[in-house]
């Protein structure tokens, strides 16, 4: 019954390294997105994608970036993580238009860099 | 700009006292707006949407219009709804929607 699936629940990576966050989802969904989850700040958008290999800036991209090669796969890429980038990162998509049913999440992947 | 606010990041209550989370947003024109919910190590799911009208968990939310407010309600509260609780704003034809910051909600036995 899984729709969104992100590839790992929890990640460790050292500062600097290259990290690669990975979303599938089943459901044709033509939108997905990318949000960090803080405490306190709620959701906060880093980049969405509305087509293959078409992407959009949200609201906090700096360190970030993203790949679309398919329609059912969006990769979140942190260039060279830093400590300020641990959180938890959730994935979502959608239908075009976001009126008709919403966000689809998945369940999320908590990256700790150290 | 569409803005959503909750204005409690944490709200605490007893067991079967009623419950209300705020959410006030900003927009002229006519939302569609939504309430997700996220328990204790689950994902963010949908609730509920105010264009289905239903009642989900024994959780109603009504759009108000001239208060620009979309409150959740229960009158009775349950431990099981102890959970993380977002508000979001879309609109016709949008592709994103915005959220609000969360509001915990902490049920209280």
């Known amino acids: 019954d899984v729709k969104v699936t992100q590839s790992s629940r929890y990640l460790v990576k050292r500062t600097g390294e290259k990290v690669f966050l990975e979303c599938v989802q089943d459901?044709?969904?033509?939108?997905m997105f990318w949000y960090r989850q803080d405490p306190g700040l709620g959701l906060r958008l880093i980049y969405f994608?509305?087509?293959?290999?078409?992407?959009e800036k949200g609201d906090i991209p700096e360190g970030y970036s993203v790949s679309r090669e398919k329609k059912e796969r969006f990769s979140l890429i942190l260039e060279s993580a830093s400590t300020n980038q641990t959180s938890m990162y959730l994935c979502a998509s959608s239908l075009t238009d976001a009126t008709r049913g919403g966000y689809t999440f998945g369940s999320g992947t908590r990256l700790t860099v150290v | 700009a569409q803005r959503v606010t909750q204005p409690e990041k944490l709200l605490s209550v007893f067991k079967g006292a009623p419950v209300e989370l705020k959410c006030n947003y900003s927009y002229s024109g006519s939302p569609e707006l939504f309430w997700y919910v996220q328990y204790s190590r689950q994902r963010l799911q949908l609730l509920l949407r105010?264009?289905s009208r239903e009642s989900i968990k024994g959780f109603t939310a009504d759009l108000n219009k001239g208060e620009t407010s979309f409150h959740l309600k229960k009158p009775f509260a349950q431990e099981e709804d102890s959970a993380m609780y977002y508000c979001?704003?879309?609109?016709?034809?949008?592709?994103?929607?915005?959220f609000g910051q969360g509001t915990r909600l902490t049920i209280n036995p």
């Open positions: 994608s509305y087509d293959v290999k078409m992407k």
């Open positions: 105010h264009i």
């Open positions: 459901m044709d969904h033509e939108n």
């Open positions: 979001a704003l879309t609109t016709q034809g949008a592709q994103k929607l915005v």
